[in-house]
């Protein structure tokens, strides 16, 4: 009997891989393309056919059933989930969700993808019908009223919390709706009901009954009992739009092989998950399917790369044609369970991969003083220039350019009659021209050479970004990790991103080029369980222990099912857990000693530098079981090289001149051949070395060894960049340099701004985004500002040069300022922005500073959530701090920081303190952290590069960057603007004069909003990728009339400004501009919250705040239709959860839906708002600022203006217990009780262009 065969195939959008492992013989390896018509009709299949004509001697033809008699198991990863994704190509599906709730996936978070793009395009939904369930479940919460809910089931959910059940499910109604889908020709449903994480009951029935029925179902509780429904929910429609694909692909292949892959000749089928497990292929489903490919590839570097005895972790670096996915392994796999894949929330395990849009197809181009690598990729066609199909300059062609691709060793599939090599000619003309051009515009003397390499290095930094992500911003140093290069372009920058990043090894292995293939055959059966739980960690030990012994026995007896005996398989424990009060939750698997509490405390310092003195609470339990199933086991990389016996490498095959630093000029390189090296040889760089597949390029002083299985590269040691720190002068603003610095500055930000949402407590900087982080020049001046509130963008500067200039002189090391008062740079109250000053070391002078800015939730005043709509005075919005040291001399000042938080807001007459300092507190700590972070970062960056070339380009960075409208608030006061241009020199005057006066009310901005607005709308209108720092305005004169309302006087009440004026001065610059139409104008600000008082005992409850802003329609604009139900223009805060929102506060959300027709006619309609309504289970203040409830956002080019917001309060009489629906204006406030509502209706935006039929009126 022939040996049974392996077989492993990798399904990628050009080639198929096929590795086949037959006992006693070598491995098998092929690579064929994956569309071919014209040979085969299916790619995995021809590639089996190959194997077992080569293994059995056999000719097999074509297009006959295969019989798999000696085939032992067949491994599979594809790309087919993904690609029906990205091209949505699925399933014609349905959503079924509670009612009230039927636009809530659309609506999502609603946050717009890109903050500058005008037209806040997001990716459609899925699904293309909603059925609304008449079934309601909620939470018990500790402060709502009892005898409101004592009318309702209560029921304890998985978690072992109490719900009550508002609405029972009314089977028959669903029963019809369903038929009534299937009618129309839906095959697949998804359920998604709030709360079904907890409670699946409901969803359960509706699945039974849609199953019943021949339909395919997707349940959201069943794919993945986590908290938040919109990510649920979104998984939910992505396993229903993708499983019948995935189902329909495999029964294609099946029907290629004798009795289908089920039959009796014994072979295992089985696919690889997004998690990095394989499973059998009847459980295969779209939701796990998406990350299929590169999941395969994951498991292969960590197969291949890892030593159980160094322990060094490994980065893994893929880097394909139009992208490159890093990911990182230290033993075990990292698994993310939230991510955002082609505008689809995915809330399943996967492999932690990021992928940056850096490949090499990635188009290089000239823009803004600035060398730009991507996001564009020339794709396959046109390619890049070299392919002799009228393409752009890209990576690739650089490469080729500077000798590090050799033509010769390429398949010559080129030009018109597909048998030319690649076109070196037109590359150099192309490199040529453009070096023409930007020693024009920078009046420099740089050669093409120098240019080509310049774009690589942009290329290289753009790729560590990421890897600096995985590492760095969790407290892994980089440079302590291996890098392990696979993927087809890959090998020609291994080096040079090593060395960026300070790693001096480089692992390649021999498959490198067909690792996804290879990991198949090193991967595992994997089944995981997952529940959600409700438990204080200490003191719930054992029953937490006693889920997880059950969910094990569930997995086991899973795989035992399948064939594995019990000694096969390995079980790993988890717990997903996080500090009371925060939703940060890190998922820690069981360590050696079984202490699950120490291994968070560890984890949790370990990435956000500081631990809480706060309970430790369980979210979920989960295991996943192992079932070893790989055929190869093989020597680790630092295993052979430790075995090996050294030969120095033959003669190379040829010298060909590469270019590898500017000033030294074309190195001659040697040229080898990896399949004529041989084993345990020794070579120094600089070198290059040719695979089937691939280039690989050996750096200067790098040294490589050929081992058994792979390839090793060491770099030279840090002493060159200490040397090149230390001779620390810069002569002239390289180009090259302004653009990776530029890259450093914004990753540092990113970095700042990541820690800070992590180890935040308040759900407005955790949830909703309402942050900013940024660094500083060291005279306060704007370098870099990670774009995520757009109204923090250049009033940070402000706040920073108040302090630099007050504190002159006085600060020192281990000091930390605080302030939010608007004289000292301040939006409004609530943003408290956290300065920290960092100095050379052992020296007071200041090198640089760092600041972040966060949305608390309350910091004392009138009203809870310190939004007061009726304030008219600055000290009824909450506690205003000018200056003040929050951390002195490396002590953090909490007892003053109480006395400002608590005592002097309360001094004033109907004032509060702070309803929940202890969350102030904390936040003000996760501020110090991301500062810190921050700081780490830039003294890395001075470590690489020395202190002057870093402050130099502070500086240059900022140097690069640099009509008439009316608008009225609803109040009637004018926003005027006229802006005048020169031509001749590009500066620009913004003349706000004639705008109304300061207000008695808060809707007056301090300055730095105007200067923030102008910022936002000038990078919308140059839609290119500039710095966003003071260098903005720099050729631009403001003109602000003072005192005014855009200047208010030191005590004007602010709270508004921020979040309504902001809104409209950003209208008017772009009406001014004649940018696109007014969209709602406003964020619709509502707070609700209570005092803390006294309990029976005498003890103090505290009291709390919660403040969201609301989404509304956006302004259509010339070839664009508005959005709806979007956050616009200066914020892009997200909207808490509704399943976070009823189990944090003592509330029902009964409604979040579009308001349909709201959005202006016009050629392009303007984008509608949303209708959200709250009923409160306590009595509760509830306050709402909003404007556009008078003036209707206006259409402009004929189209027509939006629907205004309105605001509705609904309560019973209290004589005769008649409903009552009040109107609140735009500004009010209400002490509402328990069963009232709030109903905000946002408006819509306005339309662009005269529809058919309008006869131009407006």
């Known amino acids: 009997m022939a040996p049974k065969i392996t077989i492993s195939i990798d399904r990628g959008g050009t ?85 009230g709730f039927r636009d809530l996936l659309k609506i999502g978070n609603q946050a717009r993808p890109d903050i500058f793009d005008l037209s806040a395009r997001r990716p459609d939904v899925l699904f293309e019908a909603v059925v609304e369930v ?112 995935i189902k329909s692909y495999i029964d294609a292949i099946s029907a290629n092989f004798e009795g289908g892959l089920g039959g009796a000749h014994g072979c295992r089928v089985e696919f690889m998950q997004s998690d990095g497990g394989l499973v059998d292929f009847r459980q295969f489903s779209g939701l796990r399917a998406i990350l299929s490919g590169p999941a395969a590839g994951v498991v292969g570097f ?104 050799l033509p010769e060793y390429f398949p010559k599939i080129f030009g018109p009659n597909e048998d030319q090599p690649l076109d070196r000619d037109i590359t150099t003309k192309l490199f040529t021209e453009l070096t023409d051009k930007i020693n024009a515009d920078q009046e420099v003397h740089y050669t093409p050479e120098e240019i080509a390499l310049g774009f690589l290095k942009v290329a290289d930094e753009s790729m560590t970004r990421p890897i600096r992500n995985l590492t760095e911003a969790r407290g892994f140093e980089t440079s302590s990790h291996h890098l392990a290069c696979f993927g087809g372009a890959g090998g020609q920058h291994a080096c040079n991103v090593a060395a960026s990043l300070g790693i001096s090894r480089i692992i390649v292995h021999k498959y490198s080029s067909i690792l996804s293939a290879y990991g198949l055959a090193l991967a595992d059966i994997v089944h995981e369980v997952q529940e959600p739980m409700a438990a204080e960690y200490h003191t719930a030990t054992i029953p937490v222990l006693k889920r997880l012994a059950a969910l094990q026995q569930r997995s086991e007896a899973h795989l035992t099912s399948q064939g594995f005996k019990p000694d096969q398989l390995m079980h790993q424990l988890f717990l997903n857990m996080r500090y009371e009060g925060s939703d940060t939750s890190l998922m820690i698997m069981q360590p050696e000693n079984g202490d699950f509490a120490g291994a968070f405390v560890d984890r949790h310092r370990r990435e956000f530098s500081f631990a809480l003195d706060r309970p430790v609470l369980v979210d979920d339990v989960r295991i996943r079981s192992v079932a070893a199933s790989r055929s190869i ?88 960049k200490a040397k090149a720190a230390a001779a620390d002068e810069v002569a002239q603003v390289d180009p090259i340099r302004l653009t990776i610095f530029g890259h450093r500055f914004m990753s540092v930000a990113e970095q700042m701004g990541r820690t800070l949402q992590k180890t935040a407590v308040s759900t407005n900087i955790k949830e909703r985004l309402d942050f900013s982080c940024a660094l500083f020049s060291p005279d306060g001046g704007l370098v870099a500002n990670a774009p995520h509130v757009p109204v923090h963008l250049g009033s940070m500067q402000f706040a920073v040069r108040f302090q630099h200039q007050r504190w002159l002189s006085k600060l020192k090391e281990g ?78 000042n909490e007892s003053r920081m109480r006395e400002l938080f608590l005592d002097v807001p309360s001094r004033f007459p109907g004032c509060s303190g702070s309803r929940n300092i202890s969350d102030n507190l904390s936040d003000l700590k996760a501020q110090i952290a991301a500062n810190a972070r921050g700081i780490a970062l830039i003294q890395n960056l001075i470590d690489e590069y020395g202190l002057s070339t870093v402050q130099t380009y502070m500086y240059a960075i900022q140097t690069t960057a640099e009509q008439a409208a009316v608008d009225y608030m609803d109040d009637g006061t004018p926003i005027r603007l006229t802006i005048t241009i020169d031509s001749k020199d590009g500066s620009a005057v913004f003349d706000f004069a004639g705008t109304g006066p300061e207000v008695h009310g808060n809707i007056n901005a301090p300055e730095a909003i105007t200067h923030s607005a102008i910022i936002y709308a000038l990078r919308c209108m140059i839609n290119a990728d500039i710095p966003l720092n003071q260098g903005c305005l720099s050729p631009i004169d403001i003109r602000i009339p003072r005192p005014s309302i855009l200047s208010p006087t030191r005590a004007a009440a602010v709270v508004g400004g921020n979040v309504t004026t902001s809104q409209r001065v950003t209208d008017v610059v772009l009406k001014a501009l004649g940018a696109c139409a007014a969209s709602q104008g406003c964020l619709n600000n509502l707070t609700f919250g209570i005092d803390a008082k006294k309990d029976e005992s005498g003890a103090v409850v505290p009291g709390f705040g919660y403040y969201e802003t609301i989404a509304g329609g956006a302004g259509a604009g010339p070839g664009w239709h508005g959005e709806s139900g979007v956050h616009v223009h200066m914020t892009n805060t997200r909207i808490t959860d509704p399943e976070i929102l009823e189990k944090r506060y003592p509330c029902i959300l009964r409604r979040f839906e579009l308001r349909e027709d709201t959005g202006g006619h016009g050629k392009f309609r303007g984008g509608d708002g949303v209708a959200r309504e709250i009923e409160f289970l306590t009595p509760v203040q509830c306050s709402i600022l909003s404007e556009r ?53 946002t408006p819509g935006g306005g339309g662009w262009g005269a529809e058919e039929g309008m006869n131009g009126v407006c």
């Not at 395990?349 to 849009?357: E, F, H, K, R």
């Not at 093989?634 to 430790?642: G, M, N, R, T, V």
């Not at 301040?826 to 100095?839: A, E, I, K, N, R």
């Open 302 to 405: 960590s197969a291949t790369s890892w030593d159980p005895e160094a322990r060094v972790p490994i980065i893994g670096f893929d880097m394909g044609g139009t992208s490159t996915d890093v990911s990182r392994f230290d033993g075990h796999l990292d698994h993310t369970f939230s991510s955002s894949i082609s505008g689809v929330s995915i809330q399943a395990p996967q492999l932690d991969i990021n992928t940056v849009a850096a490949g090499g197809g990635s188009i290089l181009s000239w823009r803004n003083g600035l060398f730009q690598v991507g996001p564009e990729s020339a794709s396959a066609h046109p390619g890049p220039a070299c392919y002799r199909k009228g393409g752009p300059l890209t990576v690739t062609d650089a490469n080729l350019f500077l000798g590090r691709l």
């Open 1189 to 1241: 409830r008078v003036h209707r956002p206006y259409g402009m080019e004929g189209g027509e203006a939006a629907q205004t917001g309105l605001n509705l309060w609904l309560s019973k009489d209290a004589y005769t217990g008649e409903d009552r629906t009040v109107n609140m204006g735009g500004k009010g406030s209400v002490a509402m009780t328990t069963g009232d509502r709030v109903v905000i209706m």
């Open 815 to 892: 000091d930390v300022l605080v302030a939010n008062h608007p004289i000292s740079g301040g939006t409004h109250l609530p943003d408290v922005t956290v300065v920290t000053p960092v100095f050379s070391r052992g020296t007071d002078e200041i090198i640089f500073y760092v600041a972040s800015r966060g949305h608390h939730a309350d910091i004392g005043g009138i009203l809870p959530g310190s939004m007061p709509p009726n304030s008219t005075e600055l000290w009824q919005e909450g506690t205003a701090i000018e200056s003040e040291l929050l951390v002195s001399g490396g002590v953090f």
């Open 633 to 720: 086991t093989e020597k680790s990389p630092l295993q052979q090289l430790q075995e090996a016996t050294l030969s120095a490498a033959g003669k190379p095959t040829q010298i060909t001149p590469v270019y590898f630093e500017a000033g030294a000029g074309y190195v001659d390189t040697p040229v080898h051949q990896l399949r004529t090296l041989g084993k345990d040889v020794q070579l120094h760089g600089p070198a290059i070395i040719i695979d089937e597949t691939q280039t690989i390029v050996v750096a200067p002083n790098a040294v490589a060894y050929v081992l058994q299985t792979c390839l090793i590269i060491d770099l030279e040691s840090d002493e060159a």
């Open 134 to 245: 008449d079934e309601r479940i909620i939470p018990s919460h500790p402060r709502s009223d009892k005898e409101a809910l004592a009318a309702y089931r209560a029921i304890t959910g998985t978690t072992g919390e109490t719900y009550h059940v508002l609405q029972e499910l009314n089977v028959e109604a669903v029963t019809a709706d369903l038929r009534s889908l299937k009618a129309k020709g839906f095959g697949s449903v998804a359920v998604a009901l709030v709360n079904s994480f907890a409670c699946p009951d409901h969803e359960r029935l509706i699945g039974e009954t849609a199953s019943s029925l021949g339909l395919s179902v997707a349940l959201s509780s069943t794919l993945q009992p986590m908290i938040k429904v919109v990510p649920r929910g979104m998984s939910a429609t992505a396993d229903a739009y993708l499983t019948p694909v």
């Open 15 to 99: 080639f198929t891989d096929v590795h086949a492992i037959v006992p006693d013989r070598a491995d098998i390896v092929l690579k064929l393309l994956s569309v071919d018509p014209s040979n085969y009709s299916d790619a995995p299949t021809e590639g089996i056919r190959r194997v077992i004509e080569l293994v059995t001697g056999e000719t097999i033809p074509r297009g006959v059933p295969l019989r798999l008699d000696a085939v032992e198991c067949l491994r599979m990863g594809t790309t087919v989930a993904t690609n029906a994704l990205l091209e949505r190509k699925g399933t014609r599906s349905a959503l079924l969700t509670t009612k």
